[in-house]
């Protein structure tokens, strides 16, 4: 979730970006051209030349470096807003002349005219190019994270923030924003004094105070908004950890407490949020209801001490557009603000990082083979270090994200490919199981995991392979053939060994190990398919349609009414009260000072009574509109993680944080003030109607015939962006899920082929998830120049007929006709534009919702019905412990699932060798030694449960040695028999069978 700022496209990007041309021809880019996204930029250059930026700049000016990579789009923006400028300055000294010279004047009409059309064409350019320049700046930040992650020792800090940062730093691309507001506020500033003397005066300094409060403002937003941040990230990556431990994890005792630490960090956010409604509503009246209020206010005042100055909408209007300028740099200062803690840490982040030497303790062996024991300091060293060049490493219950190997199978040679099948097929893995690892990864049980990890970085060919407790999740058989193949194609060999029972003997022999039988000799007959089972599968995974996602929201569903319904229920009838007193204030101030153009009693009163409107009005519309989503989003929020397990799993971990994450932050900080925006420019326009018609008659021709071309350009625009929309969140889901592949690089197994296709499947994703923002920042653009379109042709209209008619048949001044025009067209302008993110935010609503509905049916595995009878038969006596056991890949993992499933909820416990959801920061060591992420330690929280009555232990036991595995068996069957329950353990070890009550092998 991000702190936005001013108007912008909906989900954000970033490989390849739409990159303006230069300015001249930014001017005559056509519809076309936008339409298509083309003028696009490596953004592998564009970080390339941030880099060569920040080796020069100094370091306290390094964040100026993300705006000077993209320099030709940071000029085009900053040209497009000092035109924007130039257009706002003609039109404020036009209306000027029209109520000082007349109606008649034609220097007063060009310069309106020539005001409205350099007004949009620097509208459609600068916020196209700056929404890019946005995207730009976000990717360079997410670059600035792969480099620590590819450096071979990031931190848990770097893994925590890369979800959050990014989104909040790319809000610096508004520095050049800030530059042209800026300049805004200074040439207006003069305006109002150069042609409204003492009321523009009066004005200024009115503007300069509510500044200097929403200065004061934003520093206690701040302090809440980064803690926010924080918790925001924390209930990001809970989610992402439960998502990719499914689907076991709801079967693990631990499943609850991960639900609830979700819960809670939701919790810790909702009393934030309440404690922001308050300052929010400040806010909010400081936005839209405070110069109302107080230019009414200084109406009477003038109007009791001065009676007869002059006081008209032309003074308005100026101070309208320097208040805009003012607001504008004070929002862009609040989002920058927020970001520079995050650069600094990130710089902090880099600069602690540092690749790891050989010295470090990661020295290349001076042995052939080399066994060390998983807890020394040598082990460390050689997790951290991840490896040597021309070296690989497998990690203890290595992660094979589906992403990499979709781009590993993609990208290989043949030669490796043939390499990868030749391995894969000695080591036992037959062409279902090939199969079943390039289709859907986490079907694999442990065993094949860890031969599979171990096949794709003996394809590299490397010199060097560290094995980090490999063979604990192999039965003796398999480990001797897996042992064997490794030390026969790899000189140099480390095992890292939590038991001296799971040491082959090929890693105790020295260089005299030989090759040893092979798989098939060992009655492996599988491996006899394995051959080709690569090539079937590359022929077969480009269609993809096997890969189960999310689903989409149908557009016909993302209605309006079930926003509203979901964020505000009944609260929604007084936030429209409020919206009406608010804009009515403005409305009827704006049309009381267009009948007169000097101060008396009777503007005096009615602006009072416009003063009292705009402050009840803003009180209550704001306060409703931000308290009311914070209790019915909790609720929601709470339902779907209570749900998780049901449409949630490793292949959507992407997409449920995206949609649980990104977008249900927006449904909470961004969608209420968009349904507010709707409400309040809406009645605001219909109000302005009102008032121009009624001022002047004439003007409903105008009128009749902009609001069917409204409506047009309405749906025209909704036929580009809700498309656009709804493929850039699905492209997000799967970048966020190749962000997260990078970061957690050292739970997946590394090898030069693996890191190429790592490197390959962000690239992919991310070029992708551009792709996919340009076509909806283009097709913003084009219903942007549609709009302007439309604006520039109801404001020279209205201009032409107070040249016409001369005012002659208007109740108001022929300035006051102008300024109904130009604030009407602004009016219906943002109302299109807001309508039209009302569908956006729709879809976004939608899509959340669509979680509360969907429900992902599992594929589970056949079992044998003679295997499950055997083992229900074992565990018939009551106190019975039964020891499950069977070659790798066998189905024992699958027959515990089988098993849990048959039995009455909350009465059966099922637990891992690890435990997924224990503290992230615990060591490896610590599961080794019966401490931190063990699954020992879910085991006796199930035993110490008096409802479970049944604990399945999968391999829970292999980090230990068999003394310590006796002991533990042995105290559970002590607890088991006095209780009258009962357990199945799944082990390879041998060593400690007369233990049990019963055996049962799969093996027959």
């Given at each position: ?210 500044v200097a409060v929403s200065v004061r403002l934003i520093h206690l937003v701040g302090a809440l908004w ?352 409020g919206a009406v007193l608010l804009s009515g204030a403005d409305v009827a101030f704006a049309l009381t ?412």
């Open positions: 979730m991000v702190a936005r700022r001013g108007r912008r496209v909906p989900g954000q990007g970033a490989c390849y970006l739409s990159y303006g041309p230069r300015f001249a021809d930014a001017l005559t880019v056509g519809l076309l051209d936008m339409q298509n996204g083309r003028h696009s930029i490596d953004i592998d250059a564009l970080h390339e030349r941030y880099r060569r930026i920040v080796r020069v700049v100094p370091r306290r000016t390094r964040w100026l470096a993300l705006v000077l990579a993209p320099a030709e789009t940071s000029a085009v923006v900053l040209v497009a807003g000092l035109l924007g400028i130039a257009g706002s300055l003609l039109i404020t000294v036009g209306l000027y002349r029209v109520a000082t010279d007349g109606a008649g004047g034609t220097a007063a009409l060009r310069l309106l005219v020539t005001g409205f059309l350099a007004e949009g064409i620097a509208g459609v350019v600068k916020e196209r190019h700056e929404t890019l320049l946005v995207a730009m700046v976000r990717q360079l930040t997410y670059r600035r994270f792969r480099d620590i992650f590819r450096s071979g020792a990031s931190s848990p800090r770097a893994r925590e923030n890369v979800l959050t940062y990014p989104a909040q730093i790319s809000q610096f691309a508004y520095v050049v924003d800030s530059a042209v507001s800026l300049v805004q506020m200074v040439a207006f500033a003069f305006v109002a004094l150069r042609l409204y003397g003492a009321g523009g005066a009066a004005a200024t300094v009115i503007i300069a105070g509510m980064e803690q926010y941040i924080g918790l925001e990230g924390d209930r990001r990556r809970w989610i992402q950890r439960v998502a990719d431990a499914l689907p076991r994890a709801s079967h693990i005792p631990s499943w609850n407490r991960a639900l609830k630490a979700i819960v809670g960090v939701r919790r810790e956010e909702e009393c934030l949020l309440r404690a922001r409604v308050r300052l929010q509503t400040l806010n909010g009246f400081l936005e839209r209801g405070a110069l109302t209020t107080t230019l009414a206010l200084l109406v009477v005042v003038g109007a009791r001490l001065w009676p007869g100055t002059a006081f008209g909408v032309g003074t308005i209007l100026a101070a309208r557009y320097l208040y805009s300028a003012a607001q504008n740099n004070t929002v862009n200062y609040r989002v920058i603000r927020l970001a520079v803690p995050m650069l600094r840490r990130l710089d902090e982040l880099e600069t602690q990082t540092q690749p790891v030497r050989a010295d470090d303790g990661a020295a290349w062996p001076t042995g052939s083979i080399e066994v060390l024991p998983a807890d020394s300091q040598r082990a460390r060293a050689l997790r951290d270090g991840a490896t040597a060049p021309g070296s690989a490493y497998v990690p203890y219950n290595p992660q094979l994200p589906q992403a990499v190997l979709s781009a590993w199978l993609a990208s290989a040679t043949p030669q490796r490919l043939e390499r990868f099948t030749e391995i894969a097929g000695a080591l036992g893995l037959g062409g279902e199981v090939v199969e079943r690892l390039w289709r859907d990864a986490e079907t694999l049980s442990a065993g094949e995991r860890h031969r599979a990890a171990v096949s794709l970085v003996l394809a590299d060919e490397p010199t060097w392979i560290i094995l980090d407790d490999t063979f604990s999740a192999l039965d003796p058989l398999t480990r001797e053939v897996v042992a064997n193949v490794v030390v026969s194609r790899v000189p140099t060999c480390t095992l890292l060994a939590g038991s001296q029972e799971y040491v082959p003997s090929a890693f105790t022999k020295g260089e005299e190990t030989a090759a040893g039988p092979s798989a098939t000799d060992s009655g492996r007959a599988e491996s006899e398919t394995a051959g080709g089972a690569a090539d079937e599968a590359a022929a077969a995974l480009p269609a993809g349609s096997e890969q189960r996602g999310l689903p989409d929201p149908r557009p016909e569903r993302a209605t309006w009414r079930r926003t509203v319904d979901l964020l505000f229920g009944p609260y929604i009838v007084l936030i429209a009260v000072l267009a009948e007169a153009e000097t101060l008396s009693g009777r503007i005096a009163w009615v602006s009072a009574a416009c003063a009292g409107a705009a402050l009840i009005g803003s009180l209550g519309f704001y306060s409703v509109l931000y308290r009311a989503p914070i209790r019915r989003l909790g609720e929601l929020h709470d339902r779907l993680a209570y749900k998780l397990d049901r449409f949630a799993g490793p292949a959507t971990s992407g997409g449920v944080v995206a949609r649980l994450g990104e977008d249900f932050s927006d449904l909470q900080m961004s969608v209420p003030g968009a349904v507010g925006s709707v409400l309040l420019i809406t009645t605001q326009s219909v109000m302005l109607v009102g008032g121009a018609v009624a001022g002047a008659p004439t003007f409903i021709i105008v009128v009749l015939v902009a609001v069917p071309l409204a409506v047009l350009v309405m749906r025209r625009g909704s036929v580009w962006i809700l498309p656009a929309s709804t493929a850039a969140a699905n492209l997000r889901a799967a970048f966020v899920g190749a962000v997260g592949v990078q970061a957690g690089l050292h739970a997946a197994p590394v090898g030069p082929g693996l890191q190429e296709a790592g490197d390959l499947a962000y690239s992919s994703a991310e070029g992708a998830y551009v792709s996919g923002e340009v076509r909806l920042a283009n097709a913003y653009a084009l219903r942007s120049g549609l709009i302007q379109a439309l604006v520039l042709a109801l404001n020279v209209s209205a201009t032409v007929m107070v040249a016409v008619l001369g005012g002659s048949t208007s109740l108001v001044s022929a300035a006051g006709v102008i300024y109904f025009a130009v604030t009407l067209s602004s009016g219906i302008q943002s109302t299109i534009e807001t309508l039209q993110t009302t569908g956006v935010v729709s879809l976004t609503a939608e899509r959340v919702r669509l979680l509360d509905e969907h429900v992902e049916q599992p594929d589970d595995p056949p079992v044998r019905s003679a295997d499950m009878d055997r083992l229900e038969a074992a565990l018939a006596p009551a106190g019975s412990v039964v020891a499950l056991i069977g070659a790798t890949g066998a189905g024992k993992s699958v027959m515990l699932d089988a098993l849990y499933r048959r039995q009455p909820p909350g009465t059966v416990a099922l637990v891992p060798d690890t435990d997924p959801f224990a503290d992230a920061d615990a060591d490896v060591d610590s599961a080794r030694d019966g401490e931190g992420r063990s699954g020992l330690a879910l085991a006796r929280a199930a035993l110490a449960d008096e409802r479970v009555r049944l604990i399945l232990l999968d391999e829970t036991l292999k980090t230990l040695s068999p003394l310590q595995e006796r002991a533990e068996i042995l105290a559970l069957a002590r607890a088991l028999e006095a209780t009258g329950r009962r357990a199945v353990v799944v082990l390879h070890s041998r060593a400690n069978m007369d233990c049990f009550t019963g055996v049962v092998d799969l093996d027959g």
